[in-house]
T-cell receptor, first 114, second 112 residues
Framework: QKEVEQNSGPLSVPEGAIASLNCTYS??????FFWYRQYSGKSPELIMSIYSNGDKEDGRFTAQLNKASQYVSLLIRDSQPSDSATYLCAVKGDRGSTLGRLYFGRGTQLTVWP | DGGITQSPKYLFRKEGQNVTLSCEQNLNHDAMYWYRQDPGQGLRLIYYSQIVNDFQKGDIAEGYSVSREKKESFPLTVTSAQKNPTAFYLCASRQGGNQPQHFGDGTRLSIL
C-alpha cells in the first residue's frame, strides 16, 4: 500500500497571508507529484504538477519538492477567501503494479477568512 | 470542448437493484479511473483501465463491475452486492506517462 500523508488540518489563515500545505510520501521511486483543489461538493481540479526537486511557481501558487526527504508542499501566497477548499496531494506510482495509479492523501481543508 | 462527462449527476438506487454510472471522455486519453469519495474522506480507487479491453481492480472493487469496450467510455456498475453504495463517484482520465489525472463532475448515488 502506497502512503501519502497530509497534515489533516483544518488550516485557517487570514486573507493576504501565506498558506502552507504539506505532504509526505512513502515510495522513494515516485517521480510525479500533483496538487488538486476540491471545493465542497465539487470534483477535484488540478492546480500544480511537479517532477523535479526545487520550486515551481504558477501565479500565487508555489509547489516545492524534495525527493531526498520524500516531501512535497504547496504554498499559496496572498490567500483569498476563494482559496477556501480541500487540497489533495497525489503521487504517481512508478513501479510494478502501481504503474498508472495515482495515490491520494486524505486532503487538507483550508479556510481563508476575510 | 474536450472533457470528461459523467451522467447522471444524481442517481437513486433501490434495494437489490444494479445501477450503471456513465463516464465518457473526448480527450483521447488512454487511461480511465473510477473513485469513490465518502463525506469527509479521501478518494478510494475502485477500478482502472490503462487500455481498451483491459482493466484492473483498485482498492475497493467488491460490489462493482466495469467494462472498457471503447477508448472513450468506462461505465461503472454498482451491483446489489455493494451494501453501502451511497457516495460521490468520480471518473478520471489520464493521457499516460507522467501526466496527471483529470476528473469529471461526479455522480452522487443514494439509496432509496
Amino acid at each position: 500500500q502506497k502512503e501519502v500523508e497530509q497534515n489533516s488540518g483544518p488550516l485557517s489563515v487570514p486573507e493576504g497571508a501565506i498558506a502552507s500545505l504539506n505532504c509526505t510520501y512513502s515510495d522513494r521511486v515516485s517521480q510525479s507529484f500533483f496538487w488538486y483543489r476540491q471545493y465542497s461538493g465539487k470534483s477535484p481540479e488540478l492546480i500544480m504538477s511537479i517532477y523535479s526537486n526545487g520550486d515551481k511557481e504558477d501565479g500565487r501558487f508555489t509547489a516545492q519538492l524534495n525527493k531526498a526527504s520524500q516531501y512535497v508542499s504547496l504554498l499559496i501566497r496572498d490567500s483569498q477567501p476563494s482559496d477556501s477548499a480541500t487540497y489533495l496531494c497525489a503521487v504517481k506510482g512508478d513501479r510494478g503494479s502501481t504503474l498508472g495509479r495515482l495515490y491520494f492523501g486524505r486532503g487538507t481543508q483550508l479556510t481563508v477568512w476575510p | 470542448d474536450g472533457g470528461i462527462t459523467q451522467s447522471p449527476k444524481y442517481l437513486f438506487r433501490k434495494e437489490g437493484q444494479n445501477v450503471t454510472l456513465s463516464c465518457e471522455q473526448n480527450l483521447n486519453h488512454d487511461a480511465m479511473y473510477w473513485y469513490r469519495q465518502d463525506p469527509g474522506q479521501g478518494l478510494r480507487l475502485i477500478y482502472y483501465s490503462q487500455i481498451v479491453n483491459d482493466f484492473q481492480k483498485g482498492d475497493i472493487a467488491e460490489g462493482y463491475s466495469v467494462s472498457r469496450e471503447k477508448k472513450e467510455s468506462f461505465p461503472l456498475t454498482v451491483t446489489s452486492a455493494q451494501k453501502n453504495p451511497t457516495a460521490f463517484y468520480l471518473c478520471a482520465s489520464r493521457q499516460g506517462g507522467n501526466q496527471p489525472q483529470h476528473f469529471g463532475d461526479g455522480t452522487r448515488l443514494s439509496i432509496l
